[in-house]
């Protein structure tokens, strides 16, 4: 299984499942990060952590934590 955790700072890949629950699952969903969508992993920060991706048209900064619960595929 991969991850968005996984991808390379420069690559596009779709998001295939969230693997979090609750509140959690909510506020991805509200953020724009939905099954079918195209993620584009923008940077990490210096010591790794956040990650900065592109989706729907907009910067989102994330914890690795959370990345790690989203199941992506290449583009």
Known sequence: MRTLKDAAAG???IIKKIHG???????FM?????KGVE??????APL???IEINVL?????IR???A????????
Request: charged share 40%; no cysteine; glycine share 10%.
């Open 11 to 13: 690559e596009t890949v």
């Open 21 to 27: 629950t609750g509140a959690l699952k909510r506020r």
């Open 30 to 34: 509200d953020m724009g990060i939905t």
């Open 39 to 44: 993620v584009y992993f923008r940077k990490e």
């Open 48 to 50: 790794g952590d956040p």
């Open 57 to 61: 048209g907009y910067e989102l900064t």
């Open 64 to 66: 690795k934590s959370d």
């Open 68 to 75: 790690e619960l989203i199941e992506v595929v290449e583009q």
